[in-house]
Each structure stands twice: as structure tokens, then as C-alpha cells.
């Protein structure tokens, strides 16, 4: 049984991962005394900073899904993927994760003539914005198409989390909608990344390096 260290252990994911580790009898919880075979971290970017630090001194691998890091942080991140395996990605969720693969394929089928927007709604308490992964949703169609669409963000009582991107003309409309339903799917897919990221040579992954998703 693999032992597994959580950054921010008793945030609100951090118990919901802990709690769907244990139910699964894959994981035994580490705390920072002990060794781990790897760490997950949803914090916040000062904390994915010091778990980023920890895990290179140690040498563990690390699953990262916080958000919000700045540009110097996510450099940070990359020097220590010279030495260590990361996984890093705004969403762990495996259906927005198929999703960036079909933004891919709109963004290089609809280009002349379509317009492309993003929106994005979040509970109150969301303090980024836009996501995280309305970014990346933006960073795909960005690298494609060389503009960068317009991000709309809402935030809205509990919304757990909803994005949609659209590419419209004036003859067709296409929309690509995803919808959190439950905040375990983003457990999930942590305990999967951090699974596929046990043995891993040092390097900075994604969740389409965990799925078998080529992402351009």
C-alpha cells in the first residue's frame, strides 16, 4: 500500500481526497515526519510554493491542482521538474481533460469566420478568476489561432464549476460545455495522476500525459 502526503491535508479538498484515498484501501496517509511516495497539493500558490520545495528536497514525486499561480511560481515548478516527476494541472477532472482535446480540434477546424468566447461560473468563494481552466481553455485556441478569445467569469452561490466555449458565425453556433457535478471527480483524478506519476523520470506532466491524451 502506497503512502500518500496531502498539502493542506484539512482544506476542503485536501479531506475530500483523503477521504476518497482511504475508501479505496490503494493509499495509506503520510504526514510530513514520515517518508511518502508521493504528495498531492490543492493549496494555495504560497503553499504550492513550500511543497514544490519539500518534495525536491525529498525527492517525491508531486500531483499540483492549485490555481492561480503566477508566472514566477510556475518557473519555480519547471526547475524542479528537472529533478523530480510533477504533475500539474488547474483540473484534474478527466471529462475537462477530454474536453481540452476537442477545444483542439474546433479551434483548428472553425477558424475563418468563427468567433470564439469562454465562459466560465464558480461558487462565491472561488478568489481567481478566470479559473484556471478557462485559461488553459484559452491557451489552447490561443496557440492555434495566435488570439487570445475573450473570458467571461461569473461567480454564483455553490457552482462547483462550469465552463463553455463557443465558436459561432453567422450560419452555425458550436458549444463545448462541461459541469462539475460533484468535487470528487476532482479527487479522482488526483488519486489517478498520482498513481501514474509513482516511478516516473523527473519531468513536468500534465493531465493528458496521465489519460494517453496528446495535447499540441
Not at 510530513?32 to 504528495?39: F, L, P, R, S
Not at 478527466?94 to 468563427?114: C, D, M, P, S, W
Not at 460545455?177 to 468535487?183: E, I
Amino acid at each position: 500500500m502506497k503512502q500518500l502526503m496531502l498539502w493542506s491535508a484539512k482544506g476542503r479538498m485536501g479531506s475530500l481526497i483523503s477521504e476518497t484515498a482511504l475508501k479505496s484501501g490503494e493509499w495509506k496517509l503520510a504526514d510530513k515526519g514520515e517518508k511518502a511516495d508521493v504528495i498531492i497539493d490543492f493549496s494555495a500558490p504560497a503553499g504550492t510554493e513550500e511543497s514544490v520545495a519539500f518534495a525536491q528536497e525529498h525527492k517525491i514525486p508531486i500531483v499540483i491542482g492549485t490555481t492561480g499561480l503566477n508566472e514566477e511560481q510556475k518557473k519555480e515548478m519547471g526547475e524542479a521538474a528537472k529533478k523530480i516527476a510533477i504533475v500539474f494541472s488547474p483540473n484534474m477532472s478527466v471529462g475537462v481533460n477530454v474536453l481540452f482535446k476537442l477545444i483542439e480540434a474546433a479551434a483548428k477546424t472553425l477558424q475563418e469566420g468563427y468567433a470564439v468566447e469562454i465562459n466560465e461560473t464558480h461558487h462565491t468563494h472561488k478568489k481567481d478568476r478566470p479559473s484556471g481552466t478557462a485559461k488553459m481553455m484559452g491557451e489552447i485556441v490561443e496557440k492555434i489561432r495566435h488570439q487570445k478569445p475573450p473570458i467571461t467569469s461569473f461567480r454564483e452561490g455553490e457552482v462547483i464549476g462550469d465552463h463553455t466555449i463557443i465558436f459561432s458565425n453567422e450560419s452555425e453556433h458550436l458549444a463545448l460545455l462541461h459541469r462539475a457535478l460533484d468535487r470528487k471527480v476532482f479527487a479522482q483524478g488526483a488519486l489517478r495522476a498520482a498513481k501514474w506519476v509513482l516511478g516516473k523520470k523527473a519531468g513536468l506532466y500534465n493531465m493528458s500525459h496521465v489519460l494517453g491524451l496528446k495535447c499540441e
